[in-house]
């Protein structure tokens, strides 16, 4: 009975690590997806920005 409750145990931590794996991922995923809209963004200003100023 112990050992049972000793390998639940186990497996329950297992279980919660990997669960917190996975937040972390997705969570660093989410920042650089973030991340590359602002880059993306920023671009995209800067050459609009020189576009019209060469053709002013």
Known sequence: MRRLKFDEDLR???MAR???EVRK???ETIDNIATLL???A??????TWLGSWMLA
């Open 18 to 20: 990997q669960i917190a």
């Open 25 to 27: 991922i997705k969570a």
């Open 12 to 14: 329950d931590m297992e």
């Open 38 to 40: 602002i880059l993306v």
């Open 42 to 47: 920023v671009y995209g200003t800067a050459i």
